[in-house]
């Protein structure tokens, strides 16, 4: 029996150990800044939803989860915000979601591969970003490009490419 305790200590202590160097942030809704711009519009949206779990030691424990709501959308233009929001269909898909399946160091950043799901539609996509650690705050920065017609996005005026720029601040949970 004594021989049994020692390594099932062991074991719980390195257990407890591993999940002690992944950092759990919570995400500063009203702060953050998502924005995009294609050819002829731009704009922004509200209502960053994210559950982050990151250590930039050990990017590749990472877990990304985020959403953002469609119907926040604004680019300054009530007719152009409407077009934006009819095009991503935000009656019948309100939320634009993103969940890592990797990330890794890139250069002097990161990238979190995963899946975006826009208008029911889900492609992989890679997120650059890189993250700027104070304590126990901290700021997520990334740009992306995305192909609205992936997406079934292709009503007339939408751009090619979309380029996606994102502010998250963040504060340890």
């Known amino acids: 029996m004594k021989k049994l305790i020692l390594p099932a200590i062991v074991a719980i202590f390195i257990s407890l150990s591993a999940f002690a160097i992944f950092n759990t942030w919570k995400v500063k809704a009203d702060a953050a800044s998502v924005t995009f711009e294609g050819h002829r519009v731009s704009g922004s949206f509200t209502g960053l939803k994210a559950e982050i779990v990151f250590d930039k030691d050990h990017p590749e424990a990472a877990k990304i989860s985020a959403t953002i709501d469609v119907t926040t959308a604004a680019t300054g233009f009530f007719i152009k915000t409407s077009h934006v929001k009819s095009a991503l269909g935000a009656d019948d898909y309100p939320t634009i979601k993103f969940e890592s399946t990797s990330v890794a160091k890139s250069g002097s950043g990161y990238v979190a591969n995963g899946k ?58």
């Open 116 to 173: 975006l799901t826009m208008k029911g539609k889900t492609n992989p996509e890679a997120i650059h970003f890189t993250f700027d650690e104070q304590g126990n705050e901290g700021t997520f920065k990334g740009d992306f490009k995305v192909v609205p017609a992936k997406y079934g996005i292709d009503r007339s005026g939408t751009p090619p490419e979309v380029t996606i720029h994102l502010s998250v601040p963040v504060s340890k949970g």
